[in-house]
């Protein structure tokens, strides 16, 4: 997309043709295929799309946290003026935690199973900070207090299993936002958590994002923490970013076919028609596993056999339908909302 390829003042990242390929059976297939994006400051940017996308794997490329024998980057990823691609490992290490936080999507399995939550919460600021040992501790306390601990004396000494899902989650954000990170990456942070936890969760991102002025990155399947959280919105689907708006074009004026199925597919309280009537639509098919990803085409159209391959193009590129609303693939001119 033409207004992600430069690099502004308000710009405080931005992702050129990324591409991520995992090693299978000797060979490498991309998960990231040409990702392009921009994150401006102060923005709560969300990332949509059904499991197997490639979302969780975009955002591990933005901090290199993939494995270097079985993974392939390459694109650009520019971070505050700096190509996080080409740092060194030392320089790696100076962006993660201090400049990008990462609350992981399994706490339980990101967390150190043989260390107390405390000692998980300092060994950050002892990297980021210049606090000595009681600073540090005074911090983790802090951090564990603003994240809404009941008893942070006690989360202190616990180890993980100890603690519930939702302390859990609670644990992994102090540690994301212990160095204050100018971006935060939120990897389905509300996954397996319970209604009640999940709406406690998403205000605290939202309080700690109003309180630090800090960006974020939320990655999520459900449509309705998009809703209520993000600024803009990216739906990605088999490895492309398929369209891109801010939130409320998104909602309002859905253009591909798989954002409009996504949406069809929710399930809404509003309608007249008889619960026992009415029918909860769904999206055909599944998503391409990696070895099986269309070399040319609208990667999407196998799921959708009623436009016709004449409407999709052959190497789909973005259409600036509104200012700031980029749709990939011309196919979303024929589509019909009520087809799905």
Not at 31 to 55: H, P, Q, R, T, Y
Request: proline fraction near 5%; charge should be negative.
């Amino acid at each position: 997309m033409g207004e992600e390829a430069g690099i502004s003042s308000e710009k405080l990242l931005v992702i050129n043709n990324l591409q991520t390929s995992f090693r299978i059976d000797g060979k490498f297939y991309a998960a990231v295929d040409g990702v392009n994006l921009s994150i401006n400051k102060n923005e709560v940017f969300a990332i949509v799309g059904e499991s197997g996308c490639g979302k969780s794997a975009m955002a591990l490329s933005v901090v290199k946290l993939h494995n270097a024998n079985y993974t392939r980057l390459s694109g650009e990823i520019f971070f505050q003026g700096q190509d996080i691609l080409k740092l060194k490992p030392h320089e790696l290490n100076e962006v993660r935690g201090k400049g990008i936080g990462m609350i992981f999507q399994d706490p339980l399995t990101a967390l150190n199973p043989l260390h107390r939550v405390g000692i998980q919460i300092e060994e950050s600021l002892v990297y980021h900070t210049n606090l000595d040992k009681a600073g540090r501790k005074e911090r983790a306390m802090e951090l564990l207090t603003n994240v809404g601990m009941v008893d942070p004396e006690l989360a202190y000494r616990l180890f993980p299993h100890e603690l519930s899902g939702g302390m859990r989650q609670r644990a992994m954000i102090a540690i994301a936002i212990s160095a204050k990170p100018d971006l935060l990456i939120a990897d389905e942070p509300t996954t397996a958590l319970d209604v009640t936890i999940q709406a406690q969760i998403l205000d605290l991102l939202r309080d700690l994002r109003k309180e630090t002025g800090s960006s974020m990155i939320l990655i999520t399947h459900d449509l309705g923490v998009v809703a209520e959280m993000a600024d803009r919105v990216a739906v990605m689907y088999a490895g492309q970013i398929v369209e891109t708006a801010p939130v409320a074009e998104i909602f309002q004026n859905p253009l591909h076919p798989y954002t409009r199925s996504l949406l069809n597919s929710i399930p809404s309280a509003d309608s007249d028609e008889d619960w026992d009537e009415k029918r909860l639509q769904t999206i055909q098919g599944m998503v391409p596993g990696l070895k099986d990803l269309p070399r040319t085409g609208c990667r999407f159209s196998h799921r959708v056999p009623w436009i016709n391959q004449s409407d999709h193009q052959e190497h789909p590129v973005y259409h600036e339908a509104d200012p700031g609303h980029f749709v990939l693939c011309s196919c979303y001119k024929t589509f019909k909302f009520d087809s799905v």
